[in-house]
């Protein structure tokens, strides 16, 4: 599911701004099988399953003819089954695509999961490589300049084996609990809810905690 939540048919994310929904959308789509997606949108914004049809086959049919070969990179890039050769495809994005441009490398960035454009545009290509293309040192080294303390990946592997995809929990309870977990990994930054967002694709729901209902967040995939 986490492969649908992040690869879904860019043209159904460009039609869904047009009702304002398009985040809402993503992660309630996450949780629906793909061959669904098209009558899901219809039934809950009364839009004619036809309509999105047709929106999305002109939108694609623009894609492709306006940015061919950047359409290809994306297909390319989608079909690498591993995260180690993603990222070696970001780094020698320049010669994926032929007389790449600025505009080529934005939107092939767009229509890629968004992990991978946050580090492209933070690290950049050399950090990546520097860093063997392994992703637990990339998102260490990420962690770093976007808070601006030293992460150890000790503790990323901590709140992944923490935190559980598929389970809900409440914000009190995820916040006492990453607070613990920077402690012991000497992470001085204050820990809040929120956080989780940077390892996770979360969504605002209601969790159960010890017989009462609090604000909190579903964990859908890992980020």
């Not at 000790?154 to 084996?161: F, L």
């Amino acid at each position: 599911m986490e492969y649908i939540y992040n690869n879904f048919c860019d043209p159904i994310s460009d039609l869904l701004e047009r009702v304002n929904k398009k985040k809402e959308i993503e992660k309630e789509l996450y949780l629906i099988p793909e061959s669904k997606h098209i009558s899901y949108v219809s039934n809950k914004y009364s839009i004619p399953a036809e309509e999105i049809t047709s929106g999305i086959n002109l939108l694609m049919n623009n894609f492709i003819k306006t940015t061919d070969k950047v359409y290809i990179a994306i297909k390319e890039f989608n079909s690498l089954s591993s995260v180690k050769e993603k990222f070696k495809y970001l780094v020698m994005l320049d010669s994926k695509i032929e007389n790449i441009t600025e505009e080529d490398i934005n939107n092939f960035l767009a229509q890629i999961p968004s992990k991978y454009e946050d580090y492209y545009r933070l690290l950049g290509p050399e950090r990546i490589k520097a860093n063997s293309f392994q992703e637990s040192r990339i998102k260490s080294e990420w962690l770093k300049i976007h808070s601006g303390v030293d992460v150890d990946n000790g503790m990323i592997s901590k709140i992944y084996e923490t935190f559980k995809v598929g389970e809900k929990y409440g914000k009190s309870s995820i916040k006492s609990t990453l607070k613990e977990i920077y402690l012991n990994y000497n992470y001085n930054k204050t820990a809040k809810a929120s956080d989780l967002q940077e390892y996770f694709v979360l969504k605002s729901t209601r969790a159960l905690e010890e017989g009462v209902w609090v604000n909190g967040f579903e964990i859908l995939g890992k980020r």
